[in-house]
Nanobody, 130 residues
Framework: QLQLVESGGGLVQPGGSLRLSCAASGFTLGYYAIGWFRQAPGKEREGVSCISRSDGSTYYVDSVKGRFTISRDNYKNTVYLQMNSLKPEDTAVYYC???????????????????????WGQGTQVTVSS
């Protein structure tokens, strides 16, 4: 069975940190570009961060630059999103997605509204509130 499983969400206070994990089952993440997306109620889904396969290039939406870090652990077949200095506006359901990488940049994949990602995780809730 081919799937992505997210974990690590939860409730944190503003300024706190969370690390989201996206573990692949049935395929090797090293062959895929990975994206983290989020969706808050009443808002469109937003590409938060993406990482390419071969060159390791990364992209972050402006609102999270300097606070979030995307990374890969090929040994664990897992991708992470380290989220620091969390703000209430970061509250959303976070999804990871994977796609066999085309010749394109991490930014292009993250901002595309038409790109068809191959696999999606089930989502994990992140709530930032005092």
């Amino acid at each position: 069975q081919l799937q992505l499983v997210e974990s690590g969400g939860g409730l944190v206070q503003p300024g706190g940190s969370l690390r989201l994990s996206c573990a692949a089952s049935g395929f090797t993440l090293g062959y895929y570009a990975i994206g983290w997306f989020r969706q808050a109620p009443g808002k469109e889904r937003e590409g938060v961060s993406c990482i390419s396969r071969s060159d390791g290039s990364t992209y972050y939406v402006d609102s999270v630059k300097g606070r979030f870090t995307i990374s890969r652990d090929n040994y664990k077949n897992t991708v992470y999103l380290q989220m620091n200095s969390l703000k209430p506006e970061d509250t959303a359901v976070y999804y990871c997605a994977a796609k066999l990488e085309y010749i394109t940049t991490a930014q292009a994949m993250c901002v595309s509204s038409s790109l068809q990602w191959d696999y999606w995780g089930q989502g994990t809730q992140v709530t930032v509130s005092s």
